[in-house]
């Protein structure tokens, strides 16, 4: 934008509107840490990974889904990778039943590995973002119920 006086700036670059920019890159910031605050909704998310492991363990005629699994979980996807035998510590329930529940973590997705004794971190599968994320991805809930669906997360 050419100047807006003789005191705006230098050469043909204005002061002023390198200031109203800034104003609205600030403010568009603001506007979308705001939006994705509210979409991720942290301080619930605990409770989101608890609502998907009650879910998983009504679905699951087996017990590899367990309540203690919940607090190493939310570990994971709060701090980060750790080491398998991290994780089975950190449910408090022993070694084989442990083991059992982070096999089947693994198996749905809800872990990975990058190898077989590898550190496990967090896994998003498509049929549980509807439960842990419905504000950021409420069509996973849609594509669920059409059959046949082959949908996946981009890496």
């Known amino acids: 934008m050419p100047r807006q006086g003789d005191l705006d ?5 204005s002061d002023k509107m390198l200031r109203d920019w800034c104003a609205f890159f600030i403010e568009i910031c603001q ?3 705001t939006f994705m605050t509210n979409t991720l909704a942290l301080p619930t998310l605990k409770d ?3 609502g998907l492991v009650l879910v ?3 679905q699951s005629p087996a017990l590899e889904y367990r309540p203690e699994a919940i ?3 939310h570990h994971v ?5 750790v080491a398998r035998g991290e994780f089975i510590q950190m449910t408090g329930l022993g ?3 442990g083991r059992k529940v982070l096999a089947r973590l693994l198996q749905d997705g809800l872990l990975q590995s990058d190898s077989p004794k590898g550190p496990v971190r967090i896994g998003f599968p498509l049929d549980c973002l509807h439960l842990l994320f419905p504000n950021l991805y409420p069509e996973a809930a849609a594509e669920l119920r059409e059959p046949n669906t082959n949908a996946s997360l981009p890496d």
Request: no cysteine; hydrophobic share 35%.
């Open 95 to 97: 070694e084989r039943t």
């Open 77 to 81: 996807l709060v701090a980060g990778s």
């Open 71 to 73: 607090l190493p979980l």
């Open 56 to 58: 998983r363990s009504q």
């Open 31 to 33: 506007d979308q840490v």
């Open 9 to 13: 700036g230098r050469g043909t670059l």
């Open 48 to 50: 989101r990974l608890a």
